[in-house]
């Protein structure tokens, strides 16, 4: 799947970080650190040699040494002030208090400890340097579902065991499922459980508050997120969508501005598109359904399916005695 931006970010200011620190490095060292090809780590050099401050001209972009380069070795020439430490403002620690709070709540449970230990330690520092700030920030996220629902949903996480969910779908249809669970998330009011679904074979999303009973399994999840875990933060304009798609939909990448196409063995395709409104990409995909294989951030699959089911709702003459909800298995 196409690499998303804010994690590319990441790498690159850990790339002027790391190579301020250590000169002279080469290339295959600096991709076998940050786990890329050598040939992504060019390509970040190549950005961050356009890239610097305000102004823009030579002497305000970040550079590195061409003699050394052409060798095969990274030499960082001036990293443009990127390589000191962040300083935070009271409202922005305040609000990385808040949101670190939130990740320990929702799922602290299920880090491993070396995680708990480094997520508990900057808490711990961040709330320090706030000083009585941080006092006054109280999170709590509510979800919707049976405390014991919850509670197996967390062991099953932590301990990497399967889950057998008795589940009623939007349609009032209750069936049984054996799931690998992979995280859970909260978002459109709802809160959900990504997992790999073994009856329906694929990625499914259930909904916590339709989830009747959960129950860990001594069997060990053997199925893993093989991408980037799904998010539900909102769609904004020219946010970056990835769609796996049929080959019969091959005119989205002859007509729509893509920014990337990768085919894809079985004759599929993927393509990496922006967002031009949510209303836009709902509508695509409600276009493209029978042909979508999977959508990359979820929650604009979840929309998408929600609008259907809102439609099919207002001619009940036309809706199906049973199935499955939005993104649901």
Known sequence: ?????????????????????????????????????????????????????????PDDLIDFDAASLDSGVLRLTQSRGMSRALRLGTREAVALVAALRALDESVGPALEPAEREVLASTLQVLTTATGEA????????????APA?????????????????????????VSVREVDPWQLLTGDEHSYLQAWCHAAGGERLFRLDRVLDAEVLAT????????????????DEHDEVVLDLDGRARWVAEQLPVEEITELDDGGFRVVLRVSTPAWLRHLLLRLAADVRAVDPVLAAVEAGEAARHALEAYPEAAPAAGPGPGEG
């Open 149 to 173: 629902v919850v509670a197996a949903a967390r062991t099953a996480l932590r301990d990497g065991r399967r889950l057998r969910l008795r589940y009623v779908d939007a349609a009032d249809a």
């Open 1 to 57: 799947m196409a690499e998303r931006t804010p994690e590319r970010l990441v790498r690159l200011l850990g790339l002027v970080a790391f190579l301020d620190r250590h000169p002279g490095v080469p290339v295959e060292d600096v991709a076998a650190h940050f786990a890329v090809s050598p040939t992504q780590v060019l390509r970040d050099v190549d950005t961050l040699w356009m890239s610097g401050t305000p102004g823009y001209w």
């Open 134 to 145: 941080a006092a006054t920030v109280d999170v709590h996220l509510a979800v919707d579902a």
């Open 220 to 235: 060990a999840a053997t199925t893993v997120a093989d991408h980037a875990p799904a998010t539900f933060r909102a769609l």
